[in-house]
């Protein structure tokens, strides 16, 4: 690991990035848990309310941040907790 | 009576009664140790486990008691969505940390973890106890969803000959239950999710082209109901955040979560589980398309009814029976999962910590069985002999809510830290069990408390109230009995254990 930091100085900057990446699962609760941004009847869509509407994007929503923690995580163990555990669990 | 419908019921019940049976042979294992019985050995793969915790988590109450809620309450209801929402993300950090620190001990319950982590056989007592209690009217409201369909069809009445069809069902349950241990419904989980999905899709397009699209729908409801007002955020923000960091401390979830073969699988169940939580929403919203249809609610089970009598008045006869299939066996696979687990809980944190220290792997593993018996009997008792709780039975599922949130400090925050002393974590849990009961028990059993103290006013889930209470006991009552060096009692746990992964091993 070490030698790839020597070998290219980005991945670094990249690792150090992807650390943050879990922070992004906070996202949902901010999304639903901010209910005065959503409880309202327009925008309808299709006839359906934007209270209905705006709830069904956040399971979208909340499952693609899922996918990306995951998949930053799988790309980078260094600098995620499955990593840690591979060199200190062995 | 729905003829039609009854023979497709019962043509699917028989199929799924077979692969019961059949399913012990999968992925055999000996039936006669408890982690092969309780959890299948552990081998389960990312798609069995999706089927499995979609299966499991997703039960009566979504398919009857949500709907119905939005069906008599409105937009309230809908707090299932954000509160499925905000789950996923919470399995997705905390659960690998469980299922790592299981397998390495050989953990099968959560009061094992906490065993091993506290060195106390009282705290861990007090968590299987709590998982026992929550367990109970969850299982009890899996019956009524049961009940609800088999009179929508027609059969089923009060008295004990009314709930034959009821009993034959929960026995044929309870059979194969005993004899394949998890892997019963895991199999039947594949059926179940798989009608679901095809009723839900197809209920989802049908109704409201014979209503008139989704604008009428919405149109139907009566204004005040169709958004939250003010008043509402505080109950519809702590339903949905209190269900959520509820969900996972469930001993049936624990369970579907210790039965998977890697950490890999729980994280890439965290970010397809969704789906599924896309089906409760849409399933939500078929409330309204009850009330849309003019659906009255039953004099019996009242709102409850709402789905069944819609599918009644909208489907075909044949496809209605498949609909209710759906609904029964959907109830039925969490019914078995929630008796494995309590089984489990029993069996090991008091069967074997009280009375038979030196029961052997056979003897844990058929104490297992007869629990998972017991269990059972106790839950369809509940609804024979206090036919008026079906009326109530969701607010006691709500309850469950509020004892088994309280065991969030003890396993959460213990797979984090060591820092909270197991005492503090014992008298915050009796003080969030005993404020929480009180105070849903002062609201006559229904889920919201409002707190007024020195002029603030806010109506919000007991569940959470309690919780809040039990978080502030436990970290007062630490930062005292860590200064004055009371025994902590040794850790059996490292911190790699939390982090082990054995997938590479076992799952080629």
């Given at each position: 690991?070490?030698?790839?930091?020597?070998?290219?100085?980005?991945?670094?900057?990249?690792?150090?990035?992807?650390?943050?990446?879990?922070?992004?699962?906070?996202v949902p609760y901010i999304g639903v848990l901010w209910?005065?941004?959503?409880?309202?009847?327009?925008?309808?869509?299709?006839?359906?309310?934007?209270?209905?509407?705006?709830?069904?994007?956040w399971?979208?929503i909340g499952?693609?941040?899922?996918?990306?923690?995951?998949?930053?995580?799988?790309?980078?163990?260094?600098?995620?907790?499955?990593?840690?555990?591979?060199?200190?669990?062995? | 009576?729905?003829?039609?419908?009854?023979?497709?019921?019962?043509?699917?019940?028989?199929?799924?009664?077979?692969?019961?049976?059949?399913?012990?042979?999968?992925?055999?294992?000996?039936?006669?140790?408890?982690?092969?019985?309780?959890?299948?050995?552990?081998?389960?793969?990312?798609?069995?486990?999706?089927?499995?915790?979609?299966?499991?988590?997703?039960?009566?109450?979504?398919?009857?008691?949500?709907?119905?809620?939005?069906?008599?309450?409105?937009?309230?209801?809908?707090?299932?969505?954000?509160?499925?929402i905000?789950?996923?993300?919470?399995?997705?950090?905390?659960?690998?940390?469980?299922?790592?620190?299981?397998?390495?001990?050989?953990?099968?319950?959560?009061?094992?973890?906490?065993?091993?982590?506290?060195?106390?056989?009282?705290?861990?007592?007090?968590?299987?106890?709590?998982?026992?209690?929550?367990?109970?009217?969850?299982?009890?409201?899996?019956?009524?969803?049961?009940?609800?369909?088999?009179?929508?069809?027609?059969?089923?009445?009060?008295?004990?000959?009314?709930?034959?069809?009821?009993?034959?069902?929960?026995?044929?349950?309870?059979?194969?239950?005993?004899?394949?241990?998890?892997?019963?419904?895991?199999?039947?989980?594949?059926?179940?999710?798989?009608?679901?999905?095809?009723?839900?899709?197809?209920?989802?397009?049908?109704?409201?082209?014979?209503?008139?699209?989704?604008?009428?729908?919405?149109?139907?409801?009566?204004?005040?109901?169709?958004?939250?007002?003010?008043?509402?955020?505080?109950?519809?923000?702590?339903?949905?955040?209190?269900?959520?960091?509820?969900?996972?401390?469930?001993?049936?979830?624990?369970?579907?979560?210790?039965?998977?073969?890697?950490?890999?699988?729980?994280?890439?169940?965290?970010?397809?589980?969704?789906?599924?939580?896309?089906?409760?929403?849409?399933?939500?919203?078929?409330?309204?398309?009850?009330?849309?249809?003019?659906?009255?609610?039953?004099?019996?089970?009242?709102?409850?009814?709402?789905?069944?009598?819609?599918?009644?008045?909208?489907?075909?006869?044949?496809?209605?029976?498949?609909?209710?299939?759906?609904?029964?066996?959907?109830?039925?696979?969490?019914?078995?999962?929630?008796?494995?687990?309590?089984?489990?809980?029993?069996?090991?944190?008091?069967?074997?910590?009280?009375?038979?220290?030196?029961?052997?792997?056979?003897?844990?593993?058929?104490?297992?069985?007869?629990?998972?018996?017991?269990?059972?009997?106790?839950?369809?008792?509940?609804?024979?002999?206090?036919?008026?709780?079906?009326?109530?039975?969701?607010?006691?599922?709500?309850?469950?809510?509020?004892?088994?949130?309280?065991?969030?400090?003890?396993?959460?925050?213990?797979?984090?830290?060591?820092?909270?002393?197991?005492?503090?974590?014992?008298?915050?849990?009796?003080?969030?069990?005993?404020?929480?009961?009180?105070?849903?028990?002062?609201?006559?059993?229904?889920?919201?408390?409002?707190?007024?103290?020195?002029?603030?006013?806010?109506?919000?889930?007991?569940?959470?109230?309690?919780?809040?209470?039990?978080?502030?006991?436990?970290?007062?009552?630490?930062?005292?009995?860590?200064?004055?060096?009371?025994?902590?009692?040794?850790?059996?746990?490292?911190?790699?254990?939390?982090?082990?992964?054995?997938?590479?091993?076992?799952?080629?």
């Amino acid at each position: 690991m070490e030698i790839d930091h020597e070998r290219d100085p980005g991945a670094t900057r990249t690792r150090a990035w992807r650390r943050y990446v879990p922070l992004l699962l906070i996202v949902p609760y901010i999304g639903v848990l901010w209910i005065s941004s959503y409880t309202s009847i327009a925008p309808e869509v299709w006839g359906i309310p934007f209270f209905y509407w705006y709830q069904f994007l956040w399971i979208g929503i909340g499952a693609v941040v899922t996918v990306v923690v995951y998949l930053a995580e799988k790309a980078a163990p260094a600098a995620t907790e499955t990593a840690q555990q591979s060199s200190s669990s062995k | 009576m729905n003829v039609t419908a009854l023979v497709v019921m019962i043509i699917l019940f028989a199929i799924v009664t077979g692969l019961g049976f059949v399913s012990a042979r999968w992925r055999r294992g000996d039936m006669n140790l408890l982690h092969e019985w309780g959890l299948a050995g552990g081998r389960f793969g990312t798609a069995v486990t999706w089927f499995l915790l979609g299966g499991d988590l997703y039960t009566a109450y979504t398919f009857i008691a949500v709907p119905a809620l939005v069906f008599s309450a409105g937009a309230i209801g809908f707090f299932a969505v954000p509160y499925t929402i905000m789950v996923y993300p919470l399995v997705f950090l905390i659960m690998p940390r469980l299922w790592s620190v299981s397998r390495t001990h050989g953990y099968v319950t959560p009061a094992d973890f906490v065993r091993g982590r506290y060195d106390s056989s009282t705290l861990a007592l007090a968590i299987a106890i709590s998982g026992i209690l929550a367990t109970m009217p969850y299982i009890a409201l899996q019956l009524v969803g049961i009940q609800v369909v088999l009179a929508a069809v027609g059969i089923g009445g009060s008295g004990l000959l009314g709930e034959l069809p009821l009993v034959i069902a929960f026995v044929i349950l309870a059979a194969y239950t005993y004899s394949s241990g998890l892997r019963a419904p895991a199999m039947i989980a594949l059926v179940k999710d798989a009608l679901i999905f095809i009723v839900v899709i197809a209920a989802v397009i049908i109704i409201p082209a014979k209503l008139g699209g989704y604008g009428r729908i919405f149109a139907a409801v009566p204004k005040e109901k169709l958004i939250l007002t003010p008043a509402q955020y505080g109950s519809y923000a702590t339903l949905a955040l209190g269900s959520a960091l509820a969900l996972f401390l469930y001993p049936h979830s624990i369970t579907g979560v210790l039965s998977s073969d890697g950490r890999r699988v729980i994280k890439r169940n965290a970010a397809f589980l969704p789906a599924y939580s896309f089906l409760l929403g849409l399933i939500a919203l078929l409330g309204y398309m009850a009330l849309a249809a003019g659906i009255k609610p039953d004099p019996i089970y009242g709102a409850q009814s709402a789905v069944p009598a819609l599918f009644n008045a909208t489907f075909p006869p044949w496809f209605t029976g498949v609909a209710f299939s759906a609904i029964a066996i959907g109830a039925l696979v969490p019914a078995a999962i929630m008796a494995i687990a309590t089984a489990n809980l029993f069996t090991r944190n008091i069967y074997r910590e009280y009375f038979r220290p030196n029961a052997t792997p056979h003897q844990e593993a058929r104490m297992a069985k007869l629990a998972s018996l017991v269990v059972k009997v106790g839950a369809l008792a509940f609804i024979v002999f206090l036919p008026d709780a079906r009326q109530q039975a969701i607010n006691f599922q709500l309850l469950g809510g509020v004892w088994i949130l309280q065991t969030f400090p003890t396993i959460v925050f213990g797979l984090y830290t060591r820092w909270f002393h197991r005492w503090a974590l014992l008298i915050g849990w009796a003080v969030g069990m005993i404020s929480g009961t009180a105070m849903a028990a002062s609201q006559h059993f229904t889920a919201i408390f409002p707190l007024s103290i020195a002029g603030f006013h806010l109506s919000a889930y007991s569940a959470f109230y309690a919780f809040l209470a039990n978080v502030a006991v436990t970290v007062a009552l630490s930062l005292i009995l860590n200064a004055t060096g009371v025994a902590r009692g040794a850790d059996h746990t490292r911190a790699s254990d939390y982090l082990a992964d054995f997938s590479a091993q076992s799952s080629a």
